[in-house]
């Protein structure tokens, strides 16, 4: 495995935190489980298979998991974890030529998924971020990340990801406050009571509402109405997007938002996204009558 540089900080290239299914083993789809929902029409034990996998580890189905009712699976992103895990971790040998390897592999893949998950929220943290003492805190996390990964599969399981990602979470809610302190000075009004952290937004219209610099880190904003919003500032870090409307919302500054969010939600081709973002399939659509459960998906 290529030894990473322990000085690096993170860099606004997030190529190696993007999924690469070709050099993955399924991983997403052999290693975690689901339970017949509105995202899955089965249950699937974890640690085992699909029945859509192929033996090339592609999907028989691919191009019609939303209308086969497999949506979760159209929402889920791995931040890289699967090539990493099955190329470098791994050296290329599968689980299916070494199948004493798979619980070992599917562990370690569980940790490496929230290890580039921190990585790339790290990334946006680097970029948004003027001060010396967080960006020096952003360093360190980064560099200690980048060295678990480096040390194996027993520095990976090994370490405490609970711990890390909790350290991390408090790092993201000080960037984002010296982010949106940008948004909010020289504003005319702060963002209502009712927009604030875990705030519980489920259905609401929110279309007319100012947002610019709220606090939404946690929100539920299931089958929210955001259509024609501006959302300059607004942190939605870990908010709940599974089927709010986003036809012609401005998401471009809008912080710590991720693909799996975008991919829960429902838009159209109006929609301005962060520039890191994929402008979900199912969104060239958005247009045309839908159905009530069009797009109500969970990561």
């Known amino acids: 495995m290529t030894s990473i540089d322990a000085s690096s900080t993170p860099s606004d290239d997030r190529s190696a935190l993007r999924a690469n299914c070709a050099d993955c083993f399924a991983l997403c789809c052999t290693a975690f489980g689901f339970q ?5 029409p089965i249950d699937k034990p974890a640690g085992t298979p699909c029945l859509n996998l192929a033996d090339d580890f592609s999907c028989t189905i691919h191009e019609s998991l939303r209308p086969r009712g497999f949506r979760g699976c159209t929402v889920f992103d791995c931040f890289g974890a699967g090539q990493l895990v099955s190329q470098e971790l791994f050296s290329g040998t599968s689980w299916r030529e070494r199948p004493d390897t798979s ?5 370690t893949f569980s940790v490496v998924r929230q290890l580039q998950e ?3 929220y790290l990334v946006e943290a680097a970029e948004r971020t003027a001060a ?7 360093s360190r996390l980064h560099t200690g990340i980048q060295l678990i990964l480096d040390g194996g599969t027993s520095e990976v399981l090994a370490c405490d990801v609970e711990s890390l990602r909790a350290e991390v979470r408090h790092l993201l809610i000080d960037v984002s406050e010296e982010a949106r302190g ?7 009004a702060e963002p209502g009571d009712d927009l604030h952290p875990s705030a519980d937004l489920a259905g609401r219209d929110l279309r007319a509402r100012r947002l610019c610099g709220a606090d939404l880190r946690g929100a539920v904003l299931i089958g929210a109405d955001l259509r024609g919003a501006d959302l300059p ?3 939605l870090l870990g908010a709940d997007l599974r089927g709010a409307r986003l036809d012609g919302a401005v998401l471009s500054d809008a912080l710590f938002l991720t693909q799996m969010q ?9 929609a301005l996204l962060p520039t890191a973002l994929d402008r979900p399939g199912h969104w ?11 797009g109500e998906l969970s990561p």
């Open 284 to 294: 060239t659509t958005a247009r045309r009558a839908s159905s009530p459960t069009d």
């Open 36 to 40: 017949r929902s509105t995202d899955f």
């Open 182 to 188: 940008g948004y909010l000075a020289g504003a005319d």
């Open 262 to 270: 975008l991919n829960a939600a429902r838009g159209d081709e109006a």
């Open 233 to 235: 500032g607004v942190d």
């Open 118 to 120: 921190m990585r790339w």
């Open 103 to 107: 619980a070992e592999m599917f562990a």
């Open 132 to 138: 010396s003492d967080l960006m020096a805190h952003i």
